[in-house]
């Protein structure tokens, strides 16, 4: 799974955001992280190439996946609204930017909240101190739950992936599983941090659920969350820049024990933000039922 590994030719490096060490990493400032990124990469990229080097178009598949994006950009831009999983509370100082070019924007989230019943097969974690355990999607002292979902890493699905040596070293703290009903794992107090990916639905989630996070993106709007989660709502760390063995400790250590209660106290209060704009006059179900009587309306 390690690139390294797989491609012995492969260079990388790790290059700076561009901003200054002062900077407030606010929402509103978000436009400064792309042109802090646009003038750090550009020279680095032309040094690393030789200059026999040509560029390389992307593969098909992915030109199409990007065109695409593009496309949708642009619908968003000439739609009559955009309907959004998130609150107001959360995203404030974007949905500002974004009211100026579509003005009709409809904040119905956390979607997820509205929906009651909780799956009954929950993992084993009831014995466990309450606000201990890593919860890992994608370790030392702390319990751990971890969901190694079929298809994360290259290759057909193997419980062989795990080495043996630590899952017998770990049993006794750790539980490794294909699958968990994870909102319920959240809601859990034994809980205590969400090693994740920092997909939407796990970042809001967890958001809710008031469990702090160390955040390791990939692709796609995980960037931004993660990036949102560490210096904008300040509930969690990103490890996205430098990730192996030593910063996963520090991440879980700084979030379980030295940091704790700053993350708790952040978290907590963004999802009570949350449940106050779902509740029966909140500002997410008013923007429901403005959504629906427009689109009764059309």
Not at 193 to 213: A, C, R
Not at 236 to 261: F, L, N, P
């Amino acid at each position: 799974t390690n690139i390294r590994t797989r491609e012995r030719d492969v260079k990388t490096i790790t290059i700076t955001d561009g901003l200054p060490d002062d900077h407030p990493c606010s929402g509103d400032r978000i436009l400064d992280v792309f042109e802090g990124m646009r003038t750090m990469t550009g020279p680095v990229f032309k040094e690393m190439m030789e200059c026999e080097c040509v560029l390389l178009r992307l593969l098909y598949q992915m030109e199409c996946f990007l065109l695409w994006l593009m496309w949708r950009k642009r619908l968003g831009y000439r739609a009559h609204g955009l309907i959004l999983n998130t609150f107001q509370g959360l995203d404030e100082s974007i949905l500002v930017h974004m009211q100026t070019l579509c003005p009709n924007i409809y904040c119905i989230g956390p979607i997820h909240t509205l929906y009651n019943s909780r799956v009954t097969n929950e993992p084993k974690v009831t014995t466990q101190t309450p606000q201990s355990i890593v919860s890992n999607s994608l370790w030392e002292e702390n319990p751990f739950l971890w969901v190694q979902r079929p298809g994360s890493i290259i290759g057909e699905y193997d419980v062989n992936q795990v080495p043996k040596h630590l899952a017998d070293e770990t049993k006794q703290r750790g539980f490794i599983t294909t699958w968990v009903p994870q909102e319920a794992v959240l809601a859990h107090t034994a809980i205590g941090v969400f090693l994740t990916h920092s997909g939407w639905n796990s970042t809001i989630e967890s958001i809710m659920e008031g469990v702090p996070m160390i955040c390791w993106p990939q692709n796609v709007d995980q960037q931004v969350n993660s990036r949102f989660v560490s210096e904008v709502w300040k509930i969690g760390i990103d490890i996205k820049d430098t990730c192996d063995r030593a910063i996963v400790e520090k991440a879980v250590r700084d979030v379980i024990d030295a940091r704790r209660s700053e993350f708790i106290e952040s978290t907590r209060m963004l999802g009570e933000l949350g449940g106050q704009s779902v509740a029966d006059d909140g500002a997410s179900v008013m923007d429901l039922y403005r959504l629906i009587k427009t689109i009764s309306s059309l």
